[in-house]
């Protein structure tokens, strides 16, 4: 990876997942290996082209695979990496938060 990474752990995990898309992206690969089509499916509201803009910057910080099969019509299948998979106690902590508060708020 290219960019610089924050020395300050926190912002460096927002730098690499901080967007609601990345962090739904990651949420739908924990499951498996998806294709593009599953993937734009699967999370809701998003463009196809912010969703290859995600891939890409998540191929790009090593936390996604993207595998091309040669054919016709061409399939593109994308897999989080071992580093990817590792962000699943993060989605899995605030996931555990968001149920709290909804119960707390009553929402």
Do not use: H
Request: glycine content about 6%; overall charge positive; aromatic content about 6%.
């Amino acid at each position: 990876m290219k960019k610089d990474i924050p020395a300050c752990p926190v912002e460096a995990t927002l730098a690499l997942m901080g967007d609601k898309w990345k962090i739904l992206i990651i949420r739908d690969l924990l499951d498996g290996t998806k294709r593009f089509g599953e993937l734009k499916k699967s999370v809701c509201g998003i463009s196809q082209k912010m969703l290859t803009s995600n891939l890409r910057s998540m191929e790009e910080s090593m936390l996604v695979d993207r595998k091309v099969y040669a054919e016709v019509p061409p399939r593109v299948e994308y897999t989080l990496t071992e580093t990817g998979y590792s962000l699943k106690t993060v989605l899995d902590a605030m996931a555990e938060w968001g149920e709290t508060y909804k119960k707390q708020t009553g929402v």
